[in-house]
């Protein structure tokens, strides 16, 4: 069954007035950084998506992509999670990590994507660390497609299917970068 977070990762430890509330948390060191440590151990979760937004830098600025399955399908990231205080819902973080081959060309870094047949790797409370470290790997070649968007992206009142579609000088068909 699932459940409702509020992104931004904040442990149970820390002072809740702090502004620090990371929406990402690197795999490298997620094992021994202090601040992850405990959730990457023992709270670590599954966070469906369609697809995801990187931007390219370039000379005009930064370009909005949207990455999506190659296949049909949800992604299924990399999670870990804090349970709720004091009034506060629980939190979450996504698992990131470098590029994999299909997001290199767009971004230096990507969320961790959990094929579904390590779903129980990344799930299960007594997965041991080398397999966990396994399972944080970026994504193979040819898993992802890419098209480039719509810069109304930046704005978080824009919502809805027309910021998914490929702007006006992008590939006929969503793809790879070209």
Known sequence: MGSFFRWGFLPVWADPGQSRR???????????????????RSRRCLVPAQGFFEWKRGDGGKRPFYLTNQGDG??????????????????????????????????????????????????????????????????????????EVSRAVNDLSNDGQEMLRPVANGPARPSLLE
């Open 22 to 40: 990371p929406i990402n948390a690197r795999a490298e060191g997620l094992f021994d950084k202090p601040f992850f440590r405990q959730a990457a």
């Open 74 to 147: 949800p992604l299924a990231m990399a999670g870990i999670w804090e349970a709720a205080r004091d009034g506060e819902p629980a939190c979450l973080a996504v698992v990131t990590c470098p590029a994999g081959p299909d997001v290199s060309p767009i971004h230096d870094r990507q969320p961790v994507l959990i094929p579904r047949k390590r779903w129980d790797d990344w799930l299960a409370p007594g997965t041991d660390r080398e397999t966990l470290e396994r399972v944080t790997r970026p994504s193979p070649t040819d898993s992802l497609r890419a098209w």
